[in-house]
């Protein structure tokens, strides 16, 4: 990390999230040759740079770290839930006659969302999967190694496997074998002694990147648009939040990994506008339900022991829809009352549907007002269609035989989440196989008709998903990555 903006560098990457993370890493391994700069919005949190809040020991610490993260204006206060560690759009998250996106939420640190999530990788199936990647099965195998990801940490916790026993005789019925009830893989690292630690950002950079002189991150740096010469990328304008100077960074290829939100945004305020930016806006609905296992001793340790694991009922095609099965107190949301104690016999159950992926369903930018950075403000338009109602009854009809297999439930029904609670927005710098107007990208992530301009993030997801997409996206990632690798001489600086 410098305080001091190059002037020249061959790669600038926009976002230090697990995806931009995936350009360092990817490019210090295959081109230590190359100068690469990531800018950051916002602050440091910790040591390493990207580590996952979960693993500061101190919980004041823990507190500040997420309250740094959460972005540059006070906290609306109009009873919309946000997750610690995340900030909600003050306003335009909902349009007269619309659904919106009532918990639109972003993370604004070193390390983005991925020093907040919940580590679950699990991978795509059926029409989850993108069909012109034909390399996807490798670079989801690249992504798990960058990521850390273990499917088997918390197999010895002691309800894991009863858990997926009563799972697997309510659900997998019909299901291939590849997609019934199984651990979730976690990018997570389960230590001799028992501790666990989390991937965030500083497991994707790895020491290949922290150890490459070649590589500066650049904390509380906004880009306020990408340079477009002649029609190409050529390097980035960035404002140092800390006292409010601008600079110019001149760079052979860009790359804009902010999130699903604000890479658009960026590419507006650059006036790059395909057809298709910020169109094809989909999020995860999602069923949250709580229960107590049935005919089980309490497990040892109490309620901070790893008593469930975490269990993952896969995506189909027939079941357009994704179940996590965790420990209650392992959940990002409440899942029930502050006075319903979390031993660990008490696991909880959140359900993610596809959302039917339209056009219609955006994010617009104005330039007529500014957002808290200073940037074009946000305007989303998001409704729910009669398929997307029909897989939420699925999907609560699953989540209750889930329910009544493990145990008893702890509510009366499963309850939904404002739209916009599952962060995990999609579609809008879409990747297509052609530039036909219904994509942003190629599927290396280039910007069509902008060369040297690369998009990542869970935005470049084309395909109706209700998996988590962070394995996904960092597998895009690497694609792009290796693209840039490939095809950037030293010289094209």
């Keep these: 990390m410098t305080k001091d903006f190059p002037a020249c560098v061959d790669v600038a990457v926009v976002g230090s999230g697990p995806c931009g993370a995936a350009y360092a890493r990817i490019l210090s391994e295959q081109r230590p040759d190359l100068d690469l700069a990531t800018f950051e919005v916002g602050p440091l949190l910790a040591d390493p740079p990207g580590l996952h809040v979960k693993n500061i020991a101190d919980p004041d610490e823990r507190q500040r770290a997420q309250l740094r993260s959460q972005g540059p204006a006070p906290a609306p206060a109009d ?208 069923i949250v339900y709580a229960v107590r296992l049935r005919d089980v001793q309490a497990a040892p340790g109490g309620a901070a022991a790893p008593s469930s694991g975490v269990s993952w009922v896969p995506y189909t095609d027939d079941e357009p829809f994704h179940g996590q099965v965790m420990q209650l107190d392992a959940s990002p949301v409440p899942l029930v009352g502050d006075d319903v104690p979390a031993p660990g016999s008490i696991v909880g159950l959140g359900w993610f549907c596809v959302k039917d992926v339209r056009a219609e369903d955006r994010v617009t930018f104005d330039d007529t007002c500014d957002d808290a950075y200073g940037m074009p403000a946000m305007r989303i338009h998001y409704q729910l269609t009669e398929r997307d109602h029909a897989s939420l009854d699925a999907a609560r009809a699953a989540v209750r035989r889930a329910a009544d297999a493990l145990g008893d439930p702890l509510d009366d029904a499963p309850r939904t989440l404002a739209l916009g609670a599952s962060l995990h927005y999609q579609g809008t710098v879409r990747s297509g196989p052609a530039d036909d107007g219904t994509s942003v990208c190629d599927p290396v992530g280039q910007v069509w008709d902008v060369p040297g301009l690369h998009v990542a993030g869970n935005g470049v997801i084309p395909t109706p998903t209700a998996c988590n997409p962070t394995l996904t996206s960092v597998a895009l990632a690497v694609a792009g990555a290796r693209h840039i690798a490939r095809t950037l001489p030293l010289e094209g600086r």
């Design 79 to 286: 009873g919309r839930l946000a997750r610690p560690g995340t900030f909600l759009l003050p306003d335009g998250y909902q349009n007269p006659g619309e659904d919106g996106l009532p918990n639109a939420a972003m993370s604004s640190n070193v390390g983005g969302m991925g020093a907040h999530w919940t580590a679950a990788c699990p991978r795509p199936g059926g029409s989850e999967r993108i069909d012109f990647v034909p390399d996807l099965d490798e670079l989801l195998d690249e992504a798990e190694r960058l990521l850390g990801v273990d499917a088997h940490a918390f197999d010895d916790a002691p309800f894991a496997a009863e858990v997926r026993k009563r799972l697997g005789a309510a659900l997998d019925t019909g299901r291939p074998e590849e997609r019934r009830v199984q651990p979730m893989p976690l990018a997570v690292r389960r230590h001799a002694d028992g501790r666990v630690t989390w991937s965030g950002a500083d497991v994707v950079y790895g020491e290949a990147t922290r150890a490459n002189p070649r590589h500066t991150l650049h904390p509380e740096a906004l880009v306020t648009q990408v340079l477009v010469e002649e029609g190409r990328a050529a390097g980035v304008l960035v404002r140092d939040l800390r006292d409010g100077t601008e600079h110019q960074v001149r760079a052979a290829r860009v790359v804009v990994a902010a999130d699903a939100l604000r890479t658009p945004q960026l590419l507006w305020a650059s006036g790059v506008r395909p057809p298709a930016l910020g169109r094809y806006l989909n999020d995860q609905p999602q």
